[in-house]
């Protein structure tokens, strides 16, 4: 059996689940959330969700692992949430927000401008003496995710003076220069 998959996901106080249709509905504080399924089997007992599947088929036993991770993620998303920060080192690189219009210098011969959906909520903090912050926080852990890689995407780290898009707390494996 699925070692995640067995594990039943705990229900905080403030978050309300349904199950209906072949779909999860994850509801709480920070928003809501709906994820659908197939062969598993989700229960609701005693403030816990339970996914089971029905036979040991290898294509089973795979969403047996992922949906239970699913809904864990989505729990988490409404009580918690998920934030991921981003840090832009290099000289002239800067990020500001309107809105949820993301405006990015990254040393192009223009600036970046990017609409953010508006599930994510974007904050960007600039600190004389140290490098930009961008901060995306949100309910849906895959939503800040695929942003947070968009936003990398542009300026990725490069080996040799490490400037570029980070995330914060990440670590870039350097490379030595030419050696004269």
């Known amino acids: ?16 689940v349904k199950v209906e249709n072949n779909e999860v509905t994850v509801e709480g504080k920070l928003g809501k959330l709906v994820q659908s399924y197939e062969d598993v089997t989700i229960e609701l007992l005693d403030n816990t969700v339970v996914v089971s599947r029905s036979s040991d088929v290898k ?29 832009l080192v290099g000289v002239g690189y800067r990020a500001s927000s309107q809105g949820q219009q993301l405006d990015l210098a990254l040393g192009f011969s223009h600036n970046i401008v990017l609409n953010i959906a508006p599930e994510v909520t974007i904050e960007t903090v600039s600190n004389k003496g140290k490098n930009p912050i961008i901060k995306l926080s949100s309910c849906d852990k895959q939503l800040v995710g695929q942003v947070a890689a968009k936003i990398r995407g542009f300026r990725s780290p490069e080996p040799y003076k490490g400037k570029g898009v980070k995330f914060v707390g990440e670590v870039i494996r350097r490379k030595a220069g030419k050696s004269a």
């Open 1 to 16: 059996m699925s070692r995640i998959g067995r594990n039943p996901v705990a229900i905080p106080a403030g978050v309300s």
């Open 59 to 87: 294509d089973h036993r795979a969403k047996h692992g992922l949906y239970r991770a699913l809904i864990d993620n989505m729990v988490l998303g409404v009580s918690v949430g998920w934030t991921k920060d981003l840090e």
